[in-house]
T-cell receptor, first 118, second 111 residues
Framework: GAVVSQHPSRVICKSGTSVKIECRSL??????MFWYRQFPKQSLMLMAT?????????EQGVEKDKFLINHASLTLSTLTVTSAHPEDSSFYIC??????????????FGPGTRLLVL | QKEVEQDPGPLSVPEGAIVSLNCTYS??????FMWYRQYSRKGPELLMY????GNKEDGRFTAQVDKSSKYISLFIRDSQPSDSATYLC???????????FGSGTRLSIRP
């Protein structure tokens, strides 16, 4: 199957700093990528839809100025957590839709990035 | 009412047993049905997907959809400890092709 990578896999930062997480589709092109957040023992919560070449679409309750998304190419989307605080500590997961698969609903998930804000 | 209902478990069965995981959904407009598996501290992995009612088999896994009852199931034959994970039956999204996840069912296979 298609492969999606994330970098870094784990990051620890101080409160108030910004953290950038990369999501790459390695062997396919993705005009649309999705960013999720998952707290311990909870379900994945969709944060935003990342669209190549245009602005991201954020889910209700997600601050777009805090979670900056850039989808500059067909294989890369980045999520920047600005002025991170301890409550932003979570597991961030991206997914990418394989536009060539013939199935719009087929999405492949990255391995996740664990963020810890001290 | 949630659009997809799934028993969160945990469900614990002995190795080798047949596992049945179930979801019910309320929106008859759903066209696409998926099962994902998520191991602890990992991203979800697509197991199976189907558009139609009936059964779809892949190795030890069988996905079953009953659109008339709005009921979907995942059967795991000859279950293994490596099958221990959380199984998710998300609902498909709108035109944006979003996938919305519920809590999933935590499955534990005892050796």
């Amino acid at each position: 199957g298609a492969v999606v990578s994330q970098h870094p896999s784990r990051v620890i930062c101080k409160s108030g700093t910004s953290v950038k997480i990369e999501c790459r589709s390695l062997d396919f092109q993705a005009t649309t990528m999705f960013w999720y957040r998952q707290f311990p023992k909870q379900s994945l919560m969709l944060m935003a839809t990342s669209n190549e070449g245009s602005k991201a679409t954020y889910e209700q309750g997600v601050e777009k100025d805090k979670f900056l998304i850039n989808h500059a190419s067909l294989t890369l989307s980045t999520l920047t957590v600005t002025s991170a605080h301890p409550e932003d500590s979570s597991f961030y997961i991206c997914s990418a839709r394989d536009q060539a698969s013939g199935s719009e609903e087929t999405q492949y998930f990255g391995p996740g990035t664990r963020l810890l804000v001290l | 009412q949630k659009e997809v209902e799934q028993d969160p478990g945990p469900l614990s069965v002995p190795e080798g047993a047949i596992v049945s995981l179930n979801c019910t959904y309320s929106n008859s407009a759903f066209q696409y049905f998926m099962w994902y598996r998520q191991y602890s501290r990992k991203g979800p992995e697509l197991l199976m997907y189907t558009y139609s009612s009936g059964n779809k088999e892949d190795g030890r896994f069988t996905a079953q959809v009953d659109k008339s009852s709005k009921y979907i199931s995942l059967f795991i034959r000859d279950s293994q400890p490596s099958d221990s994970a959380t199984y998710l039956c998300p609902r498909d999204g709108s035109s944006a092709s979003k996938i919305i996840f519920g809590s999933g069912t935590r499955l534990s296979i005892r050796p």
